[in-house]
């Protein structure tokens, strides 16, 4: 399609940027000891070299109280300015602008880091961090607000383009503007004037630090989502306050709060697209400077749409960039289908962050990891059969065949997608399939060769007398050792490949703390059936907390009447009165109980079939390799990363 409105210029202030898309700010950890690595510089010369008109860096940190997680950039050390040069002259080198987000996370933060007090207007515990912040008086907001010029000044050293201050979900001035956790009655709380005056004071410190020759932006939340916190109402009036003071050049936009409504702010695929643009439609109709909209825009028909529709000037596209560094070359091309489409399933981007590591992709296997340089091929246009048509056995084959390889890839299943399918055929799940679709569309464009519905064994292997031989053959169900062949104890796996239709009462036993428990248990309860999802974690589905599905499911769960019982570990199933009686153990008390149901469902554990490994891992005519469930039932991640893996040691 013609793109009239995404590849347009646009100026911001004193810098044009060559179309509309922007890479927003988002955490990485790639910072090592407080300072910019050159995974920093690589991460952020690949998107320019992918065509994006702006890129704003991950946060930089103002003030030595603010250390909310371990791998910050530290701002406010001089020693970061030759991490910046890196940085800004590798994204230069493609004639991209770019900022760095300037921030202090207040409130929202631990002292465990830095040792120090946490800072906050007001002494009001975020819920997350579950820590009470020293409010900060006068002398300490004057230094608050040297710091943000000092770090600016840093960034102009730094050859930065110009910077953006984080007003939105985690910040200390967020925690200012809003009237949740500002409760002060000096000059700096009560009335909206009040309270934004630190932001027009930092507004003030920071353009003198960087002069009329660098853009300044802010990022505001249009709403906080909390009870008592900034509303669009409130938002709308701070944005005609910050274009008021003639020093900012734009505005980005955000929603929810960090630490309490996280999963608003990077929305999984349960969220609609584009579920936040109201905010910056309000504001770009309040204001004349350009305004940044956001909100799981995934691709460049959606971003297209935003601008033309008068929702917003900029669209910022990061998991769109993370998981596909040439989205914008590839639009600009014509080529949008050969985009590699974000899952928004937050398992490798969000999910890490999480858990502390650093930032990846799920579909992605090169994410985190731009600054590694791969060997070539040993030898090019080998001869490589791939068996399995799930992540692991296309990624390979993709791979294998990008780097010069011939091909072929067999399923036994008359589709590709393996696991993937199925976990993608239940509803709210769909967008998941879009890791195969991508997968298998990036084999077709390097000419794979797939034949489905082709069982390989070993003769048809030695057969065909490969060069090399990656088997990605998966796993099955493994039916507990409780079940005791029980027919009406099956699999999440029966249940959403047709083999098995439970009715009535039916117990999903969650031993797996993802997708599958409650994906199977929301089928089921929309087909009627009356469902208790059962595990022996804390929580049901405990990891999608860290996916951010957890609070989603959480309703919809309530809505549909689905029961959750924690801390209880299946020890027995046995037959009563037509159903099933389950014997269950509590076990931080030991005590046990029973279940009568229908049905039960089991999210457990797979076993690799691993059979064919078995029978050809001593061969000596060609290689063998392995990749993904076949080698230790895992995630689709480590199937993707696996895959990528076994391709390049070819």
Same mark, same amino acid.
């Given at each position: 399609?013609?793109?009239?409105?995404?590849?347009?210029p646009?100026?911001?202030?004193?810098?044009?940027?060559?179309?509309?898309?922007?890479?927003?700010?988002?955490?990485?950890?790639?910072?090592?000891?407080?300072?910019?690595?050159?995974?920093h510089?690589?991460?952020?010369?690949?998107?320019?070299a992918?065509?994006?008109?702006?890129?704003?860096?991950?946060?930089?940190?103002?003030?030595?109280?603010?250390?909310?997680?371990?791998?910050?950039?530290?701002?406010f050390?001089?020693a970061?300015?030759?991490?910046?040069?890196?940085?800004?002259?590798?994204?230069?080198r493609h004639?991209?602008?770019?900022?760095?987000?300037?921030?202090h996370?207040?409130?929202?933060?631990?002292?465990?880091?830095?040792?120090?007090?946490?800072?906050?207007?007001?002494?009001?515990p975020?819920?997350?961090f579950?820590?009470?912040?020293?409010?900060?008086?006068?002398?300490?907001?004057?230094?608050?607000?040297?710091?943000?010029?000092?770090?600016?000044?840093?960034?102009?050293?730094?050859?930065?383009?110009?910077?953006?201050?984080?007003?939105?979900?985690?910040?200390?001035?967020?925690?200012?503007?809003?009237?949740?956790?500002?409760?002060?009655?000096?000059?700096?709380?009560?009335?909206?004037?009040?309270?934004?005056?630190?932001?027009?004071e930092?507004?003030?410190?920071?353009?003198?630090?960087?002069?009329?020759?660098?853009?300044?932006?802010?990022?505001?939340?249009?709403?906080?989502?909390?009870e008592?916190?900034?509303?669009?109402?409130?938002?709308?009036?701070?944005?005609?306050?910050?274009?008021?003071?003639?020093?900012?050049?734009?505005?980005?936009?955000?929603?929810?709060?960090?630490?309490?409504?996280?999963?608003?702010?990077?929305a999984s695929?349960?969220?609609?697209?584009?579920?936040?643009?109201?905010?910056?439609?309000?504001?770009?109709?309040?204001?004349?400077?350009?305004?940044?909209?956001?909100?799981?825009?995934?691709?460049?028909?959606q971003?297209e749409?935003?601008?033309?529709?008068?929702?917003?000037?900029?669209?910022?596209v990061?998991?769109?960039?993370?998981?596909?560094?040439?989205?914008?070359?590839?639009?600009?091309?014509?080529?949008?289908?050969?985009?590699?489409?974000?899952?928004?399933?937050?398992?490798?981007?969000?999910?890490?962050?999480?858990?502390?590591?650093?930032?990846?992709?799920?579909?992605?296997?090169?994410?985190?990891?731009?600054?590694?340089?791969?060997?070539?091929?040993?030898?090019?246009?080998?001869? +490589?059969?791939?068996?399995? /048509?799930?992540?692991?056995?296309?990624?390979? #084959?993709?791979?294998? &065949?990008? %780097? !010069?390889? *011939? @091909?072929?890839?067999?399923?036994?299943?008359?589709?590709?997608?393996?696991?993937?399918?199925?976990?993608?055929?239940?509803?709210?799940?769909?967008?998941?399939?879009d890791?195969?679709?991508?997968?298998?569309?990036?084999?077709?464009?390097?000419?794979v060769?797939?034949?489905?519905?082709?069982?390989?064994?070993?003769?048809s292997?030695?057969?065909?007398r490969?060069?090399?031989?990656?088997?990605?053959t998966g796993?099955?169900?493994?039916?507990?050792?409780?079940a005791?062949?029980?027919?009406?104890?099956?699999?999440?796996?029966?249940?959403?490949e047709?083999?098995?239709?439970?009715a009535?009462?039916?117990? +999903?036993?969650?031993?797996? /703390?993802?997708?599958?428990?409650?994906?199977? #248990?929301?089928?089921? &309860?929309? %087909? !009627?059936? *009356? @469902?208790?999802?059962?595990?022996?974690?804390?929580?049901?589905?405990?990891d999608?907390?860290?996916?951010?599905?957890?609070?989603?499911?959480?309703?919809?769960?309530?809505?549909?009447?689905?029961?959750?019982?924690?801390?209880?570990?299946?020890?027995?199933?046995?037959?009563?009165?037509?159903?099933?009686?389950?014997?269950?153990?509590?076990?931080?008390?030991?005590?046990?109980?029973?279940?009568?149901?229908?049905?039960?469902?089991?999210?457990?554990?797979?076993?690799p079939?691993?059979?064919?490994?078995?029978?050809?891992?001593?061969?000596?005519?060609?290689?063998?390799?392995?990749?993904?469930?076949?080698?230790?039932?895992?995630?689709?991640?480590?199937?993707?990363?696996?895959?990528?893996?076994?391709?390049? &040691?070819?």
């Amino acid at each position: 399609m013609s793109y009239r409105y995404l590849f347009s210029p646009l100026r911001i202030g004193p810098i044009v940027v060559r179309n509309r898309v922007v890479f927003s700010a988002h955490l990485t950890n790639y910072a090592e000891d407080g300072l910019p690595s050159a995974q920093h510089a690589a991460y952020y010369a690949e998107r320019a070299a992918g065509g994006v008109g702006l890129i704003i860096t991950e946060e930089h940190s103002t003030h030595p109280t603010d250390w909310p997680y371990e791998k910050l950039i530290h701002g406010f050390h001089r020693a970061v300015i030759p991490g910046y040069r890196r940085i800004t002259a590798a994204v230069h080198r493609h004639g991209t602008p770019i900022l760095a987000q300037l921030n202090h996370n207040g409130g929202q933060a631990s002292s465990m880091y830095s040792r120090l007090p946490v800072w906050a207007p007001s002494p009001v515990p975020d819920p997350m961090f579950r820590e009470v912040p020293h409010a900060v008086d006068a002398r300490e907001i004057a230094e608050i607000i040297a710091g943000y010029g000092t770090v600016a000044g840093h960034c102009a050293e730094g050859g930065f383009d110009g910077v953006e201050l984080q007003c939105s979900h985690s910040s200390i001035v967020r925690g200012f503007l809003s009237p949740a956790t500002n409760r002060r009655t000096d000059g700096y709380g009560g009335s909206l004037a009040n309270r934004a005056r630190i932001l027009l004071e930092i507004v003030a410190a920071v353009r003198e630090a960087i002069g009329p020759g660098r853009a300044l932006g802010v990022r505001l939340c249009g709403d906080e989502l909390i009870e008592g916190g900034t509303t669009i109402d409130e938002a709308v009036e701070v944005a005609r306050l910050v274009e008021a003071s003639g020093q900012v050049d734009y505005i980005n936009t955000s929603i929810g709060v960090a630490t309490a409504t996280l999963y608003m702010i990077e929305a999984s695929m349960a969220v609609p697209p584009g579920y936040a643009l109201f905010i910056s439609n309000a504001i770009r109709r309040a204001v004349s400077i350009p305004v940044v909209g956001v909100g799981r825009i995934k691709d460049p028909v959606q971003a297209e749409r935003a601008l033309a529709e008068g929702h917003c000037d900029l669209v910022g596209v990061v998991r769109g960039q993370i998981a596909d560094a040439d989205f914008v070359a590839k639009a600009r091309a014509g080529k949008a289908s050969d985009i590699r489409t974000c899952l928004s399933c937050n398992q490798e981007c969000v999910g890490r962050m999480g858990l502390n590591r650093w930032l990846g992709c799920i579909e992605n296997p090169r994410t985190g990891r731009e600054v590694i340089t791969i060997a070539p091929p040993r030898v090019r246009g080998r001869r +490589v059969l791939v068996v399995g /048509g799930g992540p692991a056995g296309l990624q390979a #084959a993709a791979t294998a &065949a990008r %780097r !010069g390889h *011939r @091909v072929t890839l067999f399923e036994r299943a008359p589709r590709t997608g393996g696991q993937v399918a199925t976990a993608a055929s239940v509803p709210g799940r769909a967008e998941f399939l879009d890791v195969v679709r991508n997968l298998r569309a990036e084999c077709d464009r390097n000419g794979v060769e797939i034949r489905t519905g082709s069982v390989a064994t070993v003769d048809s292997l030695r057969a065909q007398r490969p060069d090399a031989v990656v088997l990605a053959t998966g796993a099955r169900p493994e039916p507990p050792h409780w079940a005791g062949g029980h027919p009406r104890v099956v699999d999440v796996r029966d249940v959403l490949e047709g083999r098995a239709d439970p009715a009535g009462d039916v117990v +999903v036993v969650d031993d797996l /703390g993802f997708h599958q428990a409650t994906s199977v #248990a929301e089928l089921l &309860a929309d %087909r !009627g059936a *009356r @469902v208790e999802i059962v595990t022996a974690g804390m929580v049901v589905g405990q990891d999608l907390g860290v996916t951010l599905d957890l609070e989603n499911f959480t309703r919809r769960a309530h809505s549909k009447g689905i029961r959750q019982a924690t801390d209880l570990v299946v020890m027995a199933a046995a037959d009563a009165d037509g159903g099933l009686a389950l014997t269950l153990l509590h076990h931080p008390t030991g005590e046990s109980a029973e279940r009568r149901c229908d049905w039960v469902v089991c999210a457990t554990h797979q076993r690799p079939e691993d059979e064919l490994w078995r029978a050809l891992r001593g061969e000596r005519a060609f290689e063998v390799h392995r990749a993904g469930d076949c080698v230790a039932p895992r995630r689709a991640h480590a199937a993707v990363v696996e895959g990528h893996r076994a391709a390049v &040691a070819l």
